[in-house]
């Protein structure tokens, strides 16, 4: 497809359990950021990919949280240990550079539930 | 630090009716880009605008303008002749121009169009 793209749309698991979460960029776009978007709360910043590297991880909330990207395209988001304020609705998105000039664009996002 | 605050949590118009979204930065760098995203039912971002901080020339696309102004350091969007299409949430958002650097979202402002 020409868009960002995420999988899955919609996850619920239980308290305690990891979960894995997908983004294909569009492709050849070099960086690649996650956000994340909780009930009542605006996007929050968690991670930014330039290529494979992460120079920016200080927006992830805790250490159970952390992603990789390989092959300068997907990437996944792990949750270890989820917990209820984990859910929210995960955000991906990529752009064609690093710089703020390149413009951001957005996949559907992945919907977290905690029970 | 940047900040970015939509004053505006809820919005209701009926169609037709013209409405501004407000937006406010805070940035200590003078080299910054101001974007504008908007959140349908469907939950997609969808890109509508980015604007450097060299450039104060108000952009009109169709229906929707933008008002950026230095000296108030606000961004602020107005939807003419609204539709219940435009029924979203719209993200004001800041990013500093660094090549490494995040964007900032503000909190959102829900927009009901009421037929």
């Known amino acids: 497809g020409a868009g960002v793209s995420q999988s899955p749309s919609n996850k619920v698991t239980e308290k305690g359990k990891d979960v894995e979460l997908r983004c294909d960029p569009i492709s050849g776009h070099t960086a690649l950021y996650w956000y994340r978007q909780s009930l009542g709360q605006g996007l929050e910043f968690l991670i930014y990919?330039?290529?494979?590297?992460?120079?920016?991880k200080s927006g992830l909330p805790s250490d159970r949280f952390s992603a990789e990207r390989t092959g300068g395209s997907v990437s996944t988001l792990t949750i270890q240990r989820t917990q209820q304020e984990d859910s929210a609705v995960y955000l991906c998105?990529?752009?064609?550079?690093?710089?703020?000039?390149?413009?951001?664009?957005f996949g559907p996002g992945t919907r977290l539930t905690v029970l | 630090a940047q900040k970015v605050t939509q004053a505006q949590t809820e919005i209701s118009v009926v169609e037709k009716e013209d409405v501004t979204l407000d937006c406010v930065y805070e940035t200590r760098d003078t080299t910054y880009y101001l974007f504008w995203y908007k959140q349908p039912p469907s939950g997609e971002l969808v890109f509508l605008i980015r604007?450097?901080?060299?450039?104060?020339q108000n952009e009109i696309s169709g229906r929707y303008s933008w008002n950026f102004q230095k000296s108030t350091s606000s961004f602020n969007f107005t939807i003419t002749a609204s539709q219940v299409v435009d029924s979203a949430v719209y993200f004001c958002?800041?990013?500093?121009?660094?090549?490494?650097?995040?964007?900032?979202f503000g909190k959102g402002t829900r927009l009901h169009i009421l037929p």
């Open positions: 958002a800041l990013s500093e121009g660094r090549w490494d650097d995040k964007i900032i």
């Open positions: 990919f330039q290529g494979n590297s992460a120079p920016d």
């Open positions: 604007r450097n901080s060299f450039d104060e």
């Open positions: 998105a990529s752009s064609l550079g690093a710089t703020s000039t390149d413009t951001q664009y």
